[in-house]
């Protein structure tokens, strides 16, 4: 239990920071055109079958991965599109020279205390829903592998401004 | 005999040029005698003559009945408060249906269920260029591009390839 809350801090500290460190990135879901569609879903796909190779994974363990990753996702981007919702209020309220409304600062924190543990209870969730067909092995895998994308994309995002990122080794 | 003020005989010209009053055998002869007043009279007979002839053949029925039908027709032109917010509302609907369209896709819904699709959410606040970026890394491992073992280097396909190159330099 006890390296199960660990596990879940780590995964807490790898991933919310990306939504909640950039109050500006909102979602592009909006204004998704097709050449992105496509390219998440080659990311996705070739995520996958990197997964299916490095954990050893039959077909039906991919199908019920797929199966399971789609369902947590839907709940984890609510969380996220909320969490970056209250990040723009929270810069809102703190321009520089413009008094802060203190009940709406409040209300603001206590929700994001809200949203980080329903983050958490969504990731025990998936642990619960992937240790039905993942061995413990399989599961630290894939949470590394995640763990990877998510770092990466965080040096993508913070490379934003003309900044080029340093060569990275390819995978 | 009454004495004729040059001004106030002046101000009488135009009428009686005009045929609507007559020259008394008083301000007759004060003409007469007046230079100033002549000169005046001469200079008025001489300009209510001016276009004398235009408007002798100018018909004005016709140009009248043109005018009143340009009135009429530019007052149907006039778009009234009403029509306005009917065409705004049909604009705004044709934007709508413009945007609906051209939304990304074949259909004309949005395509929310492939975006739902996605469980990698990290990808959500990317760009297209950042897409490219993690796209590009992220190819697909050797296996899952269908390169058997047995096969010839030659045998594989520009993408193939570029894996085995990848893959050697580390």
Same mark, same amino acid.
């Given at each position: 239990?006890?390296?199960?809350?660990?596990?879940?801090?780590?995964?807490?500290?790898?991933?919310?920071?990306?939504?909640?460190?950039?109050?500006?990135?909102?979602?592009?879901?909006?204004?998704?055109?097709?050449?992105?569609?496509?390219?998440?879903?080659?990311?996705?796909?070739?995520?996958?079958?990197?997964?299916?190779?490095?954990?050893?994974?039959?077909?039906?363990?991919?199908?019920? @991965?797929?199966?399971?990753?789609?369902?947590?996702?839907?709940?984890?981007?609510?969380?996220?599109?909320?969490?970056?919702?209250?990040?723009?209020?929270?810069?809102?309220? =703190?321009?520089?020279?413009?008094?802060?409304?203190?009940?709406?600062?409040?209300?603001? @924190?206590?929700? =994001?205390?809200? @949203?980080? +543990?329903?983050?958490?209870?969504?990731?025990?969730?998936?642990?619960?829903?992937?240790?039905?067909?993942?061995?413990?092995?399989?599961?630290?895998?894939?949470?590394?592998?995640?763990?990877?994308?998510?770092?990466? +994309?965080?040096?993508?995002?913070?490379?934003?401004?003309?900044?080029?990122?340093?060569?990275?080794?390819?995978? | 005999?009454?004495?004729?003020?040059?001004?106030?005989?002046?101000?009488?010209?135009?009428?009686?040029?005009?045929?609507?009053?007559?020259?008394?055998?008083?301000?007759?002869?004060?003409?007469?005698?007046?230079?100033?007043?002549?000169?005046?009279?001469?200079?008025?007979?001489?300009?209510?003559?001016?276009?004398?002839? +235009?408007?002798?053949?100018?018909?004005?029925?016709?140009?009248?009945?043109?005018?009143?039908?340009?009135?009429?027709?530019?007052?149907?032109?006039?778009?009234?408060?009403?029509?306005?917010?009917?065409?705004?509302?049909?604009?705004?609907?044709?934007?709508?249906?413009?945007?609906?369209?051209?939304?990304?896709?074949?259909?004309?819904?949005?395509?929310?269920?492939?975006?739902?699709?996605?469980? @990698?959410?990290?990808?959500?606040?990317?760009?297209?260029?950042?897409?490219?970026?993690?796209?590009?890394?992220?190819?697909?491992?050797?296996?899952?591009?269908?390169?058997?073992?047995?096969?010839?280097? =030659?045998?594989?396909?520009?993408?193939?390839?570029?894996?085995?190159?990848?893959?050697?330099?580390?």
């Amino acid at each position: 239990m006890r390296s199960f809350s660990l596990f879940t801090a780590l995964t807490l500290g790898a991933v919310l920071p990306l939504v909640a460190q950039n109050p500006q990135a909102t979602p592009r879901d909006s204004t998704i055109g097709p050449q992105e569609v496509e390219m998440r879903d080659r990311i996705q796909e070739n995520f996958l079958a990197r997964a299916k190779e490095q954990m050893g994974l039959n077909d039906e363990q991919m199908t019920k @991965l797929r199966a399971a990753e789609q369902r947590v996702a839907t709940k984890r981007r609510g969380i996220e599109q909320e969490i970056r919702r209250l990040n723009g209020t929270l810069a809102e309220q =703190l321009r520089p020279g413009i008094a802060a409304k203190e009940d709406v600062v409040t209300k603001s @924190l206590d929700s =994001l205390g809200t @949203l980080r +543990v329903s983050y958490a209870a969504v990731f025990k969730e998936e642990q619960r829903e992937l240790s039905g067909f993942l061995t413990p092995v399989q599961r630290a895998q894939f949470y590394r592998m995640r763990e990877q994308m998510v770092d990466r +994309v965080r040096e993508v995002r913070q490379d934003r401004g003309g900044r080029q990122s340093p060569p990275r080794q390819r995978q | 005999m009454t004495e004729i003020h040059c001004e106030l005989l002046q101000d009488r010209i135009p009428e009686v040029v005009s045929g609507r009053e007559r020259w008394s055998a008083e301000e007759a002869a004060h003409l007469s005698r007046c230079a100033d007043c002549a000169t005046v009279e001469r200079l008025l007979v001489a300009t209510s003559a001016l276009g004398r002839d +235009v408007e002798a053949r100018f018909d004005a029925t016709p140009a009248i009945l043109r005018v009143a039908e340009r009135l009429r027709t530019e007052g149907r032109r006039e778009v009234s408060p009403v029509r306005r917010h009917w065409i705004a509302g049909l604009v705004a609907a044709a934007a709508v249906t413009v945007a609906v369209l051209s939304w990304p896709g074949s259909g004309a819904a949005p395509d929310f269920a492939r975006q739902e699709q996605s469980f @990698l959410t990290e990808l959500d606040s990317l760009d297209t260029a950042e897409l490219a970026i993690i796209a590009d890394e992220l190819a697909p491992p050797l296996s899952a591009l269908g390169a058997s073992e047995g096969a010839e280097p =030659l045998d594989l396909d520009s993408t193939q390839l570029e894996r085995v190159m990848r893959s050697l330099e580390g």
